[in-house]
């Protein structure tokens, strides 16, 4: 999905607010909205905020390292998931070819939540819920902010979470800023024009097909040995 379609999106309004807002949908508790990028930078600097763990599959000392940028609520990132994401980790992942890296982009709040509850269970138990997530994105991202988080809740519950595990991942302020912070520092690092994109060995790639995505890896991995 490209970048600036986002920003210009649902997302335009959560960052317009430009302070660290609480929304508190119907029937919900509350749950945080997008902060400035800029306000996010200053309370990672000014605030003593929780770790937010780096996602990864495969050998740590695999030969080819993929790093995925990803938007929960975006649709090519959820055909990247059920449709290519199975076959590189069978065939590239799981064999120790490839180490792979997933980081979180928050082109909206809907997105932020959707991480929110993907951590909660931890890292050991993330990718599962990531893939829940994507399955059922054309379901979970339908109506007003109270029903989409309520759907969430719904994911959680089906990966076993109780509503007060999720009640406390959805309302913990500190995690979302970190969150947050760690997503514009990756921004730095990596300015990606939109999702899914894709860094391989360092160099930065668009969404492609298994096929494309097979030789360039294989090529990688022919080079390092």
Known sequence: MDRRTLMMGAGAGVMAAGTYALLRPAGAPELPLLPQAAHAQEAAASTDLPEVVEMVLGDPDAPVEVIEYASFTCPHCASFHRNTMPRLKENYIDSGQVRFVYREVYFDRFGLWAGMVARCAGPDRYFGIVDLIYQRQAEWT??????????????????????????????????????????????????????????????????MSYEDFATILDARIAAAQ
């Open 142 to 207: 339908q109506g007003a902010p109270g029903a989409v988080a309520e759907n969430l809740r719904q994911i959680g519950r089906v990966a076993g979470l109780s509503n007060e595990q999720l009640d406390a991942c959805l309302t913990d302020a500190a995690m979302a800023q970190a969150m947050i912070a760690t997503y514009e520092a990756n921004m730095e690092v990596h300015d990606i024009p939109g999702t899914p994109h894709f860094v391989i060995d360092g160099e930065m790639h668009s969404n």
